[in-house]
């Protein structure tokens, strides 16, 4: 165990478990950024890449021999797991990564554990009552509006896969400090913090997820120490300021954010109201992940909106059969484990987006069951029948999905009357560098 700073508001310091796993030491870096300078939460974290560097970064290939096509059939179906591991960005998710990398740093820009402001903000909010006008008090001290991120996107679409499994992975989650240009900060940082929504969350539920993951993720025990299980939403969320300012919070990211719009009205609500003061108060960009059923809420929580100008709306539709798709879809030919490899063909790439509506994730799980199916039939090879019809047919309930998205855009899908109206609202909160235009097409799950 070791000890750090002290956490305001609490009698005892903060004990660190020093065996916690996903702990890196901080290395500092020189900042070409005036701004960036000078601030140790800053230059602990990677350099900033370029866009090329950022499709290396990216970029995931599985462990994979192509001499396994020469394995027995039983071998061969376990050598198609590999296939999960495989990701190829696209300049999508590129653009995604660059505006997460914005978002981030242009939030701790505003904020350093060697600023006055840093420690008079945590007296302010360990001595405010709950309930009281901090808030508004501690806003207009902030010397800019916060921004954050909105990616939506249908099922399937790989939102999760690029930006909680391979964005954030190029950032380390928590950060070691000791000594900065000869000065104490016993701090661990914590780079991003995701939790998944749910229909059943209330204020308070959805803080004790987050707190529970803090003591998990820097290996402290605020939800021994704060008595977390009876304590109220607000004082939770209260608690949670304070937690997020002392560790440095870069962002919170909050996954199947559609999940609020199942919650009952009043607690998704306050959930939303309770995610503004995290960013009014202490400056953490709040991220937002789901599928199109969330533009209800960013749409009618102007608020919401508003912090979503620097990192844009991000839409992720599926593919068209067009030149993205099929450069993807011979990317992915070429994990076959079958013991006659079946050429990439336009024929072959067709069918598979016919029967995926060019949705990825479906389209690599038709990929697999085709090549489950040419296996066990020992036909051994890939036919524009059997990735149109046959492997479609093992998807079994995804069928009827997939019938609903045949339709010529996502939002009609969803068979919401309202997803057109919703569309245009959000679409206008675009960052200003970013086209209004659809961007790229995405990748896969």
């Not at 050429?343 to 509506?357: C, E, F, I, M």
């Not at 890939?382 to 149109?388: E, G, Q």
Request: aromatic residues 6%.
């Amino acid at each position: 165990m070791t000890r750090g700073a002290p956490l305001l508001g609490i009698e005892t310091h903060q004990v660190y478990d020093v065996d916690t796993p996903g702990v890196t030491a901080a290395k500092y870096l020189t900042q070409d950024i005036p701004s960036y300078r000078g601030n140790p939460w800053l230059e602990a974290l990677p350099p900033i890449l370029s866009k090329n560097q950022w499709f290396a970064a990216l970029r995931r290939k599985p462990t994979w021999d192509a001499d396994v096509r020469h394995l027995d059939g039983h071998l061969r179906l376990h050598a198609l797991n590999a296939i999960d591991e495989w990701f190829e960005p696209s300049g999508q998710t590129v653009s995604l990564a660059q505006a997460f990398d914005r978002v981030l740093r242009a939030g701790l820009a505003r904020r350093s554990p060697l600023h006055p402001e840093h420690y008079w903000l945590l007296r302010r909010m360990s001595r405010a009552p709950v309930g009281s006008s901090l808030n508004i008090a501690l806003a207009a001290r902030r010397p800019a509006r916060v921004c954050g991120l909105v990616l939506l996107g249908a099922s399937g679409m790989g939102k999760s896969t690029a930006l909680i499994d391979r964005v954030l992975a190029t950032f380390p989650r928590v950060i070691q400090h000791t000594a900065y240009q000869g000065r104490d900060i016993p701090h661990r940082q914590l780079v991003h913090l995701t939790v998944e929504a749910r229909s059943s969350h209330s204020l308070k539920t959805l803080c004790l997820d987050c707190i529970t993951s803090v003591d998990a993720l820097l290996g402290t025990n605020y939800a021994r120490m704060l008595g977390i299980r009876t304590a109220t939403g607000p004082g939770l969320m209260g608690h949670m300021r304070t937690i997020a300012a002392l560790h440095g919070l870069g962002a919170l990211i909050i996954d199947e954010f559609q999940q609020l719009a199942r919650a009952k009205q009043a607690a998704s609500e306050e959930c939303i109201s309770q995610l503004l003061s995290l960013s009014n108060v202490v400056g953490v960009p709040v991220i937002m992940v789901g599928t199109p059923k969330a533009t209800d809420i960013v749409s009618a929580e102007a608020r919401l909106a508003n912090r979503t100008t620097l990192g844009g709306t991000h839409e992720w539709d599926p593919f068209a059969f067009d030149e993205d798709w099929r450069k993807w879809t011979g990317l992915l030919f070429e994990y076959q484990v079958l013991k006659k490899p079946t050429a990439h063909t336009v024929d072959l790439s067709r069918a598979l987006h016919g029967a995926s509506k060019g949705i990825v994730g479906v389209a690599t799980a038709i990929f697999q069951l085709a090549q489950i199916i040419a296996i066990t039939s020992r036909d051994e090879r890939l036919t524009t029948d059997l990735l149109a019809k046959r492997a479609l047919a093992e998807v079994g309930q995804m069928r009827h999905i997939l019938a609903d998205l045949g339709l010529n855009r996502i939002e009609q899908s969803l068979l919401d009357e309202h997803r057109v109206r919703r569309l245009r609202d959000v679409s206008t909160l675009r960052a200003p560098d970013q086209p209004k235009s659809n961007p790229p097409r995405t990748e896969n799950h």
